[in-house]
């Protein structure tokens, strides 16, 4: 999977020419078998019987360098089970030069060599999916982490994943499992390295009761153990653009190279550029990077979504329903109406207050034309109809929703919303009450700032607001979300835009 290997006829004959050309044993003649076979990498090594033991060490070395790259053993085994000692130094090398010759996981992750081979290559598929599917990198995590329990690194990740699978799902055992799986390494972080130990800084950051500020330094602090990491360079840009500095995160992401390594497969890579050119309002440099993300993703909905957002910014209305209805055919995960609120938002957001109710209709009518027996499709729905002014209608699903899964504030958060903007401030006032007193073992709990931040919009309590919007942010309530620019369009926020202290708080600070 990572190397070309010299076949066992070639080797053979290949240490013949070099026997026949009498060079002396030593290491010389390991580099005359690599340039008599065209080898970069050679493993070599030797054996010795004690009593009824066999002792083999062996050596990997860079031939093109003359350079050792690691040593494996020494392996012990009984003389009478050489079969058994051969397959166990076969598995052993091959996990030692995993990580040597992997170069595209080696450029997004330092190097890391656990036990067995099994578990790199868990590993390694893990890294490779993780920027498309968060869950299932964490069930690859946990298998490299079971076929070798000292791969803390594996057990990391796998606790990461978690954490970013819950930002997603919104559930607390996503969270819960995260932190089940790091507590051992919390104990034992005499046994880390540097770099390990900044990765464990930066998982704890991403919970629900994490902050920006702490990702942040966790970040710098890998980029600085592991220079030559792609993930954590990335990570840095992203908590940099969390933290409304879209102008240095647009230089930190420019560093990463997007047609190489793991970086090559992140679609995000243009999403996140384009959101740090649309926060500096250069919606030109923006739109020129979603069409180059879309160049290279023409499948996913998110290319689509920058492209139509930046047209949407400079009014290219024709061109916003082409991107609309390119997003349309995708439905990819039939999902594509929660793309469409967004576009929806950003057309309001820029002026074009009808074209964004067209797109909501159409949202609508899909959602209507369809069975919506389960609570996300119904959530789905009432979100839209939110969005899309229909408050009646709006109303109805919250209290439904509500009355059926009580668990989950969202809901009753609609409803704080829909009474404020009926103009019932008694009614909004003890919801965003109530929404302040939840258990802080919630995972729910996280979001209430943001949550009451709406509600005191709403009402015109524009100080509370602010209040409630920075403890959401600065304090880590929205640990994925930063600053971004779903602030600049969220439709509870629109009475705050003429305001100098939402302003000053949206403009960016690098």
Not at 105 to 122: D, G, K, M, N, R
Not at 141 to 160: H, I
Not at 190 to 195: E, P
Not at 383 to 397: F, S, V
Request: proline share 4%.
């Amino acid at each position: 999977r990572f190397a070309e290997v010299v076949d066992p006829h070639t080797a053979l004959v290949v240490s013949q020419n070099v026997a026949a050309a009498g060079m002396a044993a030593g290491p010389g003649d390991i580099l005359a078998l690599a340039d008599e076979a065209r080898a970069g990498t050679v493993v070599s090594g030797s054996y010795y019987a004690e009593g009824d033991s066999i002792h083999i060490q062996t050596r990997i070395s860079d031939a093109r360098n003359d350079r050792l790259m690691g040593t494996v053993g020494p392996i012990v085994g009984h003389i009478g089970a050489r079969r058994d000692l051969v397959a166990r130094l076969g598995r052993e090398v091959v996990a030692a030069l995993a990580p040597l010759l992997d170069q595209e996981l080696e450029s997004f992750e330092p190097a890391v060599q656990p036990a067995t081979y099994e578990a790199y290559e868990a590993f390694g598929e893990g890294l490779e999916v993780y920027l498309r599917d968060e869950a299932a990198a964490a069930r690859h995590f946990e298998r490299a982490a079971a076929a070798d329990p000292t791969f803390s690194r594996a057990t990391l990740w796998a606790a990461q994943s978690y954490m970013v699978a819950g930002w997603y799902s919104g559930e607390w055992s996503d969270y819960a499992k995260a932190e089940s799986l790091i507590a051992p390494l919390v104990e034992s972080l005499g046994q880390l390295s540097r770099y390990e130990r900044c990765r464990l800084d930066f998982v704890t950051a991403l919970g629900p009761r994490g902050d920006l500020s702490a990702g942040y330094d966790a970040a710098r602090c890998m980029a600085e153990a592991a220079p030559g990491s792609d993930d954590a360079r990335r990570e840095v840009a992203l908590f940099t653009w969390r933290l409304n500095r879209p102008g240095e995160a647009i230089e930190l992401l420019r560093e990463l190279d997007p047609d190489r390594g793991l970086i090559k497969q992140w679609g995000g890579y243009w999403y996140f550029l384009g959101e740090a050119y649309h926060m500096l309002s250069d919606y030109e440099g923006e739109l020129e990077v979603a069409r180059q993300g879309r160049q290279r993703f023409p499948g996913t909905q998110e290319t689509h979504f920058v492209e139509a957002r930046a047209l949407a910014a400079l009014g290219r209305l024709d061109e916003v329903t082409a991107r609309v209805a390119a997003i349309r055919a995708l439905r990819p995960r039939e999902g594509w109406p929660n793309v469409m609120k967004d576009v929806a938002d950003e057309l309001r957001a820029h002026g074009h207050r009808e074209a964004a109710h067209k797109v909501l209709d159409e949202s609508i009518a899909w959602y209507q034309s369809r069975p919506h027996d389960t609570e996300e499709s119904r959530a789905a729905l009432a979100l839209t109809l939110y969005r899309a002014e229909r408050w009646g209608d709006a109303l109805r699903l919250y209290e439904e929703l509500a009355e059926e899964y009580p668990e989950n504030t969202t809901y009753l958060a609609g409803l704080g919303k829909l009474a404020a903007r009926r103009g019932d401030r008694e009614e909004a006032l003890r919801i965003s009450d109530e929404l302040r007193g939840l258990s802080t073992s919630s995972v729910q709990s996280a979001y209430v700032p943001l949550r009451r931040a709406r509600i005191a919009a709403l009402l015109g309590d524009r100080d509370e607001a602010m209040t409630l919007l920075r403890l959401a942010i600065d304090e880590g309530a929205t640990p994925f979300s930063g600053h971004g620019t779903w602030l600049h369009r969220d439709i509870d926020f629109e009475s705050l835009r003429e305001y100098p202290p939402f302003q000053e708080f949206l403009r960016p600070k690098g």
